[in-house]
Each structure stands twice: as C-alpha cells, then as structure tokens.
C-alpha cells in the first residue's frame, strides 16, 4: 500500500476528466461547456442547457423544438408506476420516493437499458427528463392526500410540473408567467456543478456498467443528505427556527463561531468555491423579485439578508471564506411559489438531473473508463487467531 494516497473527502484528487462544467472557485466562476452562467441565466432556458450538458452545442432552433416536443411525448407515468406511490407512508420524504421511483424505471424500461447503445441511451435521456418532474408532483400529491393528475402535453415542462403540483381537478389551473420563468431559472441554475457528492456517485456508480435510471436513483440518493442539496431545506429551517424564537442574527452568529451544539450557517460555504458562489448571486437578486410580486414571507428574506450581512463582516466567516452558496436563498423563493420544505431537495434534483445525465454519458462514452473502486488504509487488528474451544 506504499503508493496509496490518503485523501479523505477527494480534497484534492480528480476522479475523472471531464468537458462538461468549469468551475473556478477563487474567482467565483461557473460555466457549462464554456458559456459563462450569467448570460445562460440571461437568455437561455432550462430545456435549452440540459441540451447543452448533455450534447456539448446549444440546439439550433429546430433541435429545440425536437428536444422540447419529444420530451413533452414521454411525460405519461406507467399506470403500474403510479400504484407505486400508495405503497408509501403518507408522510413519506419525497426524496426517497424519487429515488425509488427512478431506479423502479429500469424495470418498466428493461429493454432499453443498454448503456452502450446510443438509442438506448437517447430514448433513457428523454424519458427521465420528461417523466422526473411527474414523479416528484405525485410524490407531492401523495404527501398532500390529493389525486395525481395527468399531464398535459400542450405545456412545457416546468409548466407542465407547475400543474401537476398545484392544480387540482375541479378547476383550471391558472399558471403564473412569473413563477414559470423564476422556476426555470433556478432548475438552470441547479443544471450541473462537476464532480460534487452527488455527481461523482452516479459516476461511482455509473463506472460498473449499472444502467442510467440505477446510476441516477443513487444519486438522487447522495443528494438527500443535509450537506448537499438538502441544506436549501436545512436553511428555511434555520431562518424559521431564528424568526419563531426571535434569535437575532448577532446571538445567532456566536452560537455558529462557538460551534455549539455543532451548529453551522446553513447555505454557507462550499468546497470549491471560496468566493461568492455565483449562483447565489442571481438567486438573490430572483428572490427579491419574485416576492415582490408574490408577497412571500418578507421577514424570512430580511433574516436571511441580516444573516449574509454580519457573516460577510465577520472574521470568521472571512477567515475561512466562508459565502452564501447555492441553496442560500432558493428556499425563500420556494416557500413563496408555495412549495413545502420538503420538496425543496426535490426542486434540486429536478434541477441537477440534466448535470446527472451529461456525466453519465460522458462516462460511458469514454472508452478509458474505469471501474471506481478507491483503496483504503487499514486502521484494524493485523491479524490474530480465533480463540481456541470457543
Ligand atoms: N457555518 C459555519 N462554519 C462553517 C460552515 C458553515 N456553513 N461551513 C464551513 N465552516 C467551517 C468549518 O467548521 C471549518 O472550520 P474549522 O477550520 O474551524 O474546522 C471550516 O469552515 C472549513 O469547513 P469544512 O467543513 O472543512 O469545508 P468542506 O469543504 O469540507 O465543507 C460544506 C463544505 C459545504 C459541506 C460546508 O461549508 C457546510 O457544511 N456548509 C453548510 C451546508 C451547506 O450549505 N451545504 C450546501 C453546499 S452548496 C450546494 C450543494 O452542494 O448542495
């Protein structure tokens, strides 16, 4: 074991090459396939990036209409798949109900499961992108007591998501441009973000020839956690925990420096980047649109900006560079499209699903892939004999 680097957390080992995302973290700088995040977030569109991801080139105008027409195809959920949802508790976690509904796909799809096959793989590709925002509506619905309603294909997919989980069958659902495009917005700005926990384990995964939809559900799964994407949930908590107990942000910060109770800001800090995550920057920004014109819960906002405000002036955020990342203030937006904490992880996992699925590509497409499979070092008894007349 003389050669093994010890490297816990991969702070500074690449698992892979990849040409999908760049991320320079000192500078704060994000880009897909070379196109800086701001001008996506300015003219392009969900559906449009995940073809980016996925492909490498924005589509031409007809390659849009194609990507966006088969994906609305492929939106109907297999009757089978939707008995699936009554086999859960009422309060079930959505997460983990998406991510059994997903690696459940690769059995209702078992004939296209060929990583190697490039129809196979085209025909998995749209039909995750277009069945997942169904799969999370129902796990909505089903958390809701409502009934689950059909899709309908003349809407696009984050309007056709936006229905699904909140109209109801007795009346039309009336869709809210504003919402439309905040949304869309942020699932772009979720689309992808290199080798993360949850990316690198779709790659860990993906690397024993495990098909798309398993690769995918274990991701789903690695995501879950409070330090992922689970810290957006994690941050309303906080800052709902701070306004019922009237905490002020000061009180609040030295319980975070002491490290009390192991407390942490959530939706701070980053592994990579050590500047402010440029995401969280347009998100701010969305935040306060959007409540403008929904009348959110303006007092969350408010804490949420106190708290960014003394950490930014703080030496020990300073000291650590410590930012607001990502999930810092999708929360509040959430909260005011009228979505729960818990589907605010899922709101991510829609969102990162394009990244997921451009990795894994990448993955099978390169003909030097290895299987994943890191060394350790041992810590445990050498070796001894097991007592003897025992
Ligand atoms: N609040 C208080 N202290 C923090 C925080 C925080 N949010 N983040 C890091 N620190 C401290 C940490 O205690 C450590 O201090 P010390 O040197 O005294 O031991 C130092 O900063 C370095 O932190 P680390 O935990 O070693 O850094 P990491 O790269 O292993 O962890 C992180 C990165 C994102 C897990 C961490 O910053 C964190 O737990 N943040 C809160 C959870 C969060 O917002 N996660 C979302 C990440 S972005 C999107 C996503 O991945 O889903």
């Given at each position: 074991t003389g050669l093994v680097t010890y490297d816990p957390g991969f702070m500074?080992?690449?698992n892979t090459k990849s040409a999908i995302t760049y991320i320079d973290g000192d500078e704060g700088i994000l880009r897909y396939r070379g196109y800086p995040i701001e001008q996506l977030a300015e003219h392009s569109s969900f559906l449009e990036v995940a073809y980016l991801l996925i492909y490498g080139e924005l589509p031409t105008g007809d390659q849009l209409e194609d990507w966006d027409q088969n994906v609305r195809m492929h939106t109907m959920l297999h009757e089978d798949l939707k008995g699936?949802?009554?086999?859960?508790?009422?309060?079930?976690?959505?997460m983990p109900v998406l991510s059994s509904a997903v690696s459940a796909l690769s059995t209702f799809y078992a004939?296209?499961?060929?990583?190697?096959d490039e129809e196979q793989v085209h025909i998995s590709t749209i039909r995750l992108l277009a069945k997942l925002p169904v799969i999370a509506s129902y796990a909505f619905k089903k958390s809701l007591g409502q009934p689950m309603l059909y899709p309908d294909n003349s809407l696009n997919l984050v309007e056709n998501f936006l229905r699904l989980s909140f109209?109801?069958?007795?009346e039309p659902y009336e869709l809210d441009p504003d919402v439309v495009k905040a949304l869309d917005l942020l699932l772009m700005l979720h689309a992808d973000h290199e080798q993360n926990c949850s990316t690198s384990t779709v790659r860990l995964v993906g690397?024993?020839?495990?098909?798309m939809f398993a690769s995918i559900s274990a991701g789903i799964n690695a995501l879950y956690g409070p330090l992922h994407g689970g810290a957006n949930e994690a941050v309303l908590n906080m800052l709902r925990k701070i306004q019922a107990e009237g905490i002020k942000p000061e009180e609040f910060m030295e319980k975070v420096k002491n490290k009390e109770d192991g407390v942490k800001l959530m939706g701070f800090g980053h592994r990579v980047y050590k500047n402010y995550d440029p995401r969280a920057k347009i998100i701010k920004s969305t935040a306060e649109d959007i409540l403008n014109k929904l009348g959110g819960n303006d007092e969350l906002l408010d804490i949420a900006r106190r708290l960014e405000e003394k950490a930014l002036a703080d030496d020990y955020f300073v000291e650590r560079r410590l930012y607001p990342n990502v999930d810092f203030y999708t929360g509040v937006i959430y909260k005011a499209m009228?979505?729960?904490?818990?589907?605010f992880t899922v709101l991510f996992a829609l969102g990162r699903l394009p990244g997921w699925i451009a990795q894994w590509r990448e993955l099978m497409e390169d003909k030097t892939t290895k299987i994943g499979r890191p060394r350790q070092i041992y810590t445990g008894v050498q070796s001894r004999d097991y007592p003897a007349g025992r």
């Open positions: 500074n080992t690449a699936f949802f009554s086999g859960f508790p009422r309060d079930a976690h959505p004939d296209s499961l060929d990583p190697f109209g109801v069958p007795a690397s024993s020839q495990a098909n009228g979505f729960p904490e818990k589907m």
